[in-house]
């Protein structure tokens, strides 16, 4: 193995961040602030939905519910009695892009965090049990009767992403997978995708809060060092497409659901791009509040679309055109035709009606508002570090994207929704009340 690399600090952002790796590979970002007596451990894995092979999918998902189940010097359920019982807070969340794990905890119990994360990174195969396994797999089916199968218009993620991606890419599938794959893999499967993807050369650990660089690369060194390199570990699947879709899809569904619903849905361009950096202005004057246009012309304006279930909004998924998606709902009284009828009035707008300076202004604004939100807190810094350093190379490149938002201008906003909107290239999912076929 190479010794670690030097720490690099980093300018640009508006807290410090200094970065280091360790001889096995792990990248470790730290960002240090003394406002309060707290920190957050957050590691993201380079393994999400996109990865899965053929007859693995959900894979990456049941992991997230495997990894508090106990590893090696950890026993089940003992990971999250640690973390809450020392006055912290944790979660994991999967998607199509990556995984992550994150804790939030006194800063006297960062040590504690580190130990956790690095045992269940090395530790977790030797610990894993059939026992451990089917309990899991029939919590992942629980999630998906409540969360997908058992809400009204629950299943339109399922139901969009393989209409907006062709079979075989890798966003084609959900992240919840198919049960058919998780039932049939065995243990040992299970096993191998763990050993081949949760490695610390395919991770990115980030630190923030009350803590110092030094020690937290000295406690990296401590309990990560050991962990072995994963050598080949399998890129994903390629995503490249070579623009919108050239013929638009629907389809029509016939459920028990309270009012009659429609998404709309449009390939666009990978986050991080300045095409996409044009549709997350695009759909903050489209969809973001009582004054979007859709708001104002469906809710307000038309009284067609309730305004509690009316918007817009993109999924940024950084490894192939992300999708955009419209939606609303109709108000009582009103068909399914009349509300499908405004909405593309609406959406057409964007390419006919140049972008006003007051919307350009309030969109700018709202986005503002939320990027300074989402790094109020040490969790939401730590999160946006790791997901800048694994998906764009540099944690400090998350300085740049809401200066880029704010450049957006009227004209890129238009060029992006003539690219993007078209007709020819639409997903359209409805909802109508009634009884399942």
Sequence with gaps: MTSPSAPVATTGYPWPIETTQLANGLRVVVSEDRTAPVVCVNLWYDVGSRHEPPGQTGFAHLFEHLMFEGSQHVKKTEHMKLVQGNGGSLNATTNPDRTNYFETMPSEHLELALWLEADR????VPALTQETLDNQREVVKNERRQRYENVPYGDAWLRLLPLLYPEGHPYHHSTIGSMEDLNGAALDTFKAFHAQ???????VLTVVGDTTPAEVFAL????????ATVPDIPAAPDGTLPGPAEEA?????????PAARIYLSHRTYPFGTAGYDAITVLSTVLGSGRGSRLYQRLADGARIAQPDYIGAYGVDLAHAPAPLIITATAKDGVDL????????????????????ADELNRAK?????AWWRGVSTAYGRADLLGRYATQFGDPATAADRLPKWLAVTADDVTEAARHVLRPESRVTLTYVPGEPS
Excluded: W
């Design 121 to 124: 990174m090395g530790g977790l």
């Design 197 to 203: 993807y949760y490695a610390p050369n395919n991770a």
């Design 220 to 227: 990296a060194e401590k309990y990560f060092g050991a962990i």
């Design 249 to 257: 899809v629907r389809e029509e569904v016939t459920a028990k659901v």
């Design 337 to 356: 035709a009349t509300l499908e009828a405004g909405l593309v009035e609406v959406v057409q707008s964007l390419i006919d009606e140049p972008v006003t």
């Design 365 to 369: 604004a709202l986005l503002t508002t």
